[in-house]
């Protein structure tokens, strides 16, 4: 059974940091393309950042500079290292895990890539 769960949401200040994790269960997660998305209240949901096999890491335009995903296959997990926060990146992240071994990276911000989902986690971001 594949379970995804992210974890290290919370309240921050503009300009402020957090480091979000998702932990793997039931599926070794170098095996595959893992996502970030995000959702904000009112919104879609949209492409943060996927890290495929190989390690090579792609980005939204909005969060590239500022935030960077990464894994340890040791512990099963990957992160997104958020710096630079802003009100606009205030939203509930999911992590996701692609259907396929991997993908093209042109296609990795399709929603339709990933087949298990995590609960998602709040990241909410102050003025």
């Known amino acids: 059974q594949v379970q995804l769960v992210e974890s290290g949401g919370g309240l921050v200040q503009t300009g402020g940091s957090l480091r979000l994790s998702c932990a793997a269960s039931g599926y070794t997660i170098s095996s595959n393309v893992i996502g970030w998305f995000r959702q904000a209240p009112g919104k879609e949901r949209e492409f943060v950042a996927a890290?495929?096999?190989?390690?090579?890491?792609y980005y939204s335009d909005s969060v590239k500079g500022r935030f960077t995903i990464s894994r340890d296959n040791a512990k099963n997990t990957v992160y997104l290292q958020m710096n630079s926060l802003e009100p606009e990146d205030t939203a509930v992240y999911s992590c996701a895990l692609s259907t396929r071994p991997d993908i093209l990276g042109v296609y990795v911000s399709r929603q339709d890539a990933y087949a298990y989902w995590g609960q998602g986690t709040q990241v909410t971001v102050s003025s």
């Open positions: 890290i495929r096999r190989s390690g090579s890491t």
